[in-house]
């Protein structure tokens, strides 16, 4: 019986691998998110994601149930010269054969409204939204000393 019920899941698992779109293309690497206090309300995650593909990808957004809301966010300077933190409208387009980086003081995953505290070396669930429908589902590490090299 083991056997009847093992071989459908393992096709219906292959199935799904080799389907087309943008997570069949992506390589997410160094994925982390940095540790909060236990009443904090808001965190971040940061990662490398590679396109490996030969058309260009667009990430719309990341999607957990550990907060009430997560949103693409950009450090950027405004006419002032002050670095100001705000939603990136439309996704961040990644190119064929390129890493864009969402690390600390640049690109990143905004987590508002956390409804479990980011515990170090704990890990929580993260999923990433593509602009054609495909989900890419990660295991994301905590880890407030993490930084790694990331490329551009």
């Known amino acids: 019986m083991k056997t009847t019920v093992l071989i459908p899941a393992l096709l219906a698992a292959l199935i799904g691998l080799s389907a087309s779109g943008a997570a069949a293309e992506i390589v997410v690497r160094d ?7 236990p009443d904090a309300p808001t ?5 490398a994601i590679e396109n490996t593909g030969d058309a260009p990808v667009r990430l719309v957004a990341a999607e957990s149930d550990i907060a009430a809301r997560i949103e693409l966010h950009e450090h950027r300077e405004d006419e002032n010269g002050m670095m100001m933190m705000r939603e990136i409208e439309g996704g961040i387009e990644i190119p064929p ?12 995953v905004m987590i508002m409204g956390l409804t479990v505290p980011l515990v170090q070396g704990e890990t929580q669930p993260l999923a990433l939204r ?10 994301v590490v905590v880890d407030r000393e993490r930084a790694p090299e990331m490329a551009h």
Do not use: K, N
């Open 43 to 47: 965190g971040a995650a940061f990662m």
């Open 31 to 37: 994925a982390y998110m940095r540790s909060t206090a």
């Open 130 to 139: 593509f602009e054609d429908g495909t989900v890419l589902d990660l295991d």
């Open 97 to 108: 054969g390129a890493v864009h980086s969402l690390q600390r003081g640049g690109d990143h």
